[in-house]
């Protein structure tokens, strides 16, 4: 249990260290088949193939970016409006909301001691600069993270399998390095057909969704398109997240209340047919996870590391899985996880 503490603690403290590299393994992971293709068919150098794919993936995260926060921006700069809007197309809301909030105020009277009305006023006039800060540093910290990942990722790439047959070769037995071997090479196979096909049924996701938030008649379908895309990488949470958002951008831009219902029902629709019928067909052949333990996988990787946390959870369990099931004493916990 005390082993157990530790090893928490240290994913906790040292995220800015261990994330980056988790992060970068998973992504040569995904990188591998391009990798292998830039190297043994077209016979270019390792750290030429390696800069090369970097460029790529800095290239289209760069400029998906910043296509994308030009429209965003202005959804910002509406925010207030939008608020006061929104509170008069669910009117219908109001009345439960406003017994729910005097039902609230009511105990922190109760609770609360003398003169700290004044204090809440006080706390409420510094929102503004305390959010200014906290997007401040998180954008630092995002940033740092993002350069590390890449800079870790380019010089695995660039080693090849290098590392790997280092690892090899310290263990004493060859049946240990017969094990170590396969269980490498199936990790590699499952994950990178896992996060292959996630990628590319998460790029259908977005481009049909898109053109569903286009038609309905919200415009910047590049926007939306690209929100349904990262919100896919994360199982339930995401789609759950995503359900919101388009039900409030369709309450803020569109008639109440059958047309702006529209963008969260085809977005449900879309989600259905992807998450519940194509995405685990196409699976089902590769791995099989509990979702229970995907939830609390989910719940346990964001609390360590927030939203990067979240998109591993899938990919670290399925790890957890390949590497129970290869090694003897640990096969009750890969049947655990499987089931």
């Not at 800079?151 to 290098?162: E, K, Q, W």
């Not at 071997?181 to 990178?192: D, G, S």
């Not at 995401?238 to 059958?258: N, R």
């Amino acid at each position: 249990m005390l082993s157990l503490l530790a090893v928490v603690y240290t994913l906790y403290f040292g995220k800015e260290i261990v994330l980056p590299v988790v992060l970068a393994l998973v992504l040569k992971l995904l990188l591998g088949p391009a990798m292998r293709i830039l190297h043994e068919r077209l016979h270019m150098p390792n750290s030429l193939a390696a800069a090369l794919l970097i460029l790529v993936v800095f290239s289209a995260i760069a400029g998906v970016g910043f296509t994308v926060s030009i429209p965003a921006a202005g959804w910002i700069q509406r925010a207030p409006e939008s608020l006061s809007l929104l509170k008069d197309k669910l009117a219908v809301l109001r009345h439960p909301l406003e017994v729910l909030q005097q039902g609230l105020h009511a105990i922190e009277n109760l609770t609360a001691a003398g003169g700290q009305d004044g204090q809440s006023q006080t706390v409420t006039a510094k929102p503004a600069s305390g959010l200014a800060g906290y997007l401040a540093t998180g954008t630092a910290a995002i940033l740092s993270r993002f350069f590390t990942t890449m800079i870790v990722l380019f010089f695995l790439l660039a080693s090849g399998d290098r590392l790997l047959r280092g690892f090899v070769e310290v263990l004493p037995t060859f049946s240990g390095k017969r094990q170590a071997v396969e269980i490498a090479q199936e990790i590699e196979t499952n994950i990178t057909g896992y996060l292959l096909t996630i990628t590319m049924m998460n790029v259908v996701v977005g481009v049909v969704t898109g053109l569903a938030m286009w038609a309905c008649g919200l415009g910047t379908p590049l926007l939306w398109g690209a929100t349904a895309f990262l919100l896919n990488y994360i199982p339930i949470l995401g789609p759950l997240a995503g359900l919101v958002i388009f039900f409030v951008v369709g309450v803020l831009s569109l008639d109440w209340p059958w047309y702006a219902l529209m963008p969260a029902g085809l977005y449900l629709l879309i989600h259905i047919a992807e998450g519940e019928t194509i995405t685990p067909m196409l699976l089902a052949k590769r791995f099989t996870l509990n979702p229970v333990l995907v939830i609390i996988s989910l719940f346990f990787w964001h609390t360590l590391w927030g939203v990067p946390g979240a998109l591993l959870a899938v990919p670290l369990l399925a790890m957890l899985k390949i590497v129970a099931d290869r090694v003897e004493p640990l096969k009750p916990i890969g049947h655990i996880v499987g089931s």
